[in-house]
């Protein structure tokens, strides 16, 4: 789950509106902004949510809405080198190639502190920097994606360990290589661990997602040495809507509320509780980043389905400034809704050639007791709700549906990106 998020980082970041002091403020309804959400009839006794659409693409004509993204498609690590030159010289050293870091409170690597307000993102109204109340002179960190890295201490985790193998890169090639200046060796140290990173998604990770069938029919094999993955000009790489709002977030229904911290031994010494984590870096600052990944390595992640546990659910981004959280569930739905996406049994038919008439149809992918339920809701059931009660394949985290958007996507990622050969 903590690597797909790493290549979620990469790959997909959806801007939301901003507006200085027009901030939508979506409660309660009706929506009091032209840019806050769809109004859907809740209990009374139901707590609002305020959530904002999309921003929208200023092609100045007129037609469907689309939306933008702030970052490159390529699985090219700009959640660690930045994808502007302005970021991208933002943390680095300079000198030997290097990328900037920091010591913990106990010695140990973290990333660069945040410099404030320059590294907040003027259309990301969720990735923001909360300091601990009790400790508020802990600053937050910075990476390639500048605050986004702070959404949680194991996505920040994830990133210090590639900005580290980074620096490796650049003592290594310094040694065998003294003549060359700082920029070969930033550039060099960059291209090994892109190669790195790639050979980990198409060797280790997608595997592991994918069942071996559907590995082998979209061609994400790693091809044996001495031979590359033919670029091909005709498929483009970018990302697909189904796969950035629907597919790739089924990782959602994985995540765990509670996370072990593990010793050098890997014993389990305590544990990270997520709601009380969300934007704020204290469990690093501490020196808890090598347990943490030991208790990523160790810990089992929950199963695909469509439950997503409490700390996604009632404390996703708890703020104890702003006593406020949200709810990544309702996210997940309302931004398929805000993108346009069709319906689930549009997938279905195109990923399997199964036509859907009636609710019969669904005992094919959905289980009897779960299509029962959608019954008593839906009349057009969302992709993600659709994708995440099907049935898992077997050797896959993810049914059919998924699967099938899944493939398509990473074999254009593979296939559209002339470096990846």
Same mark, same amino acid.
């Given at each position: 789950m903590e690597w797909g998020q790493v290549v979620a980082h990469d790959s997909v970041k959806t801007l939301q509106y901003f507006g200085g002091n027009l901030d939508p403020f979506c409660c309660p309804?009706?929506?009091?902004?032209?840019?806050? =959400? &769809?109004?859907?009839?809740?209990?009374?006794?139901?707590?609002?949510?305020?959530?904002?659409?999309?921003?929208?693409?200023?092609?100045?004509? &007129? =037609?469907?809405?689309?939306?933008?993204?702030?970052?490159?498609?390529? &699985?090219? &690590?700009?959640?660690?080198? =930045?994808?502007?030159?302005?970021?991208?010289?933002?943390?680095?050293?300079?000198?030997g190639g290097k990328l900037q870091t920091n010591k913990s409170l106990v010695g140990t690597v973290i990333l660069p502190e945040a410099v404030l307000p320059q590294d907040l993102d003027i259309y990301d109204l969720v990735n923001t920097c909360h300091l601990q109340v009790d400790r508020l002179w802990l600053p937050c960190f910075r990476a390639g994606d500048g605050i986004r890295t702070n959404q949680q201490p194991l996505i920040a985790a994830m990133i210090t360990v590639l900005v580290v193998r980074h620096n490796q890169h650049c003592d290594g090639l310094a040694k065998v290589n003294p003549h060359w200046d700082d920029e070969t060796l930033y550039q060099e140290s960059r291209h090994l661990l892109i190669a790195e990173y790639n050979y980990i998604n198409f060797k280790e990770y997608l595997p592991s997602i994918l069942n071996e069938k559907l590995y082998d029919f979209f061609d994400l094999n790693v091809k044996p040495y001495g031979k590359y993955s033919k670029y091909n000009a005709k498929v483009n790489p970018s990302v697909i809507q189904e796969y950035g709002i629907a597919a790739f977030r089924y990782s959602h229904a994985n995540i765990n509320n509670n996370f072990p911290i593990l010793d050098k031994n890997v014993f389990k010494i305590s544990q990270m509780q997520l709601k009380f984590n969300f934007n704020q870096m204290t469990e690093l600052w501490d020196g808890n980043k090598n347990g943490l990944i030991k208790g990523m390595c160790e810990d089992r992640q929950k199963n695909t389905d469509l439950t997503y546990l409490s700390d996604i659910r009632n404390h996703l981004f708890l703020s104890q400034q702003r006593f406020s959280a949200t709810d990544l569930f309702v996210k997940d739905i309302f931004r398929g809704r805000d993108h346009g996406l069709a319906s689930y049994v549009y997938y279905v038919q195109y990923c399997t050639g199964i036509h859907i008439k009636g609710w019969k149809d669904l005992h094919h992918l959905i289980p009897i007791h779960i299509v029962k339920q959608l019954m008593e809701i839906y009349t057009d059931i969302d992709l993600i709700i659709g994708g995440l009660a099907e049935t898992l394949m077997d050797g896959s985290v993810v049914g059919p549906t998924f699967a099938c958007i899944l493939g398509i996507q990473f074999y254009h990622l593979k296939y559209g990106d002339r470096s990846a050969g």
């Open positions: 309804p009706p929506a009091p902004h032209p840019e806050c =959400g &769809l109004y859907i009839p809740a209990p009374p006794d139901m707590t609002c949510l305020t959530i904002s659409r999309s921003t929208a693409c200023n092609t100045c004509r &007129l =037609g469907a809405r689309d939306q933008m993204t702030a970052t490159p498609s390529f &699985l090219d &690590l700009s959640m660690v080198y =930045g994808f502007t030159d302005e970021r991208a010289h933002s943390i680095r050293t300079f000198s």
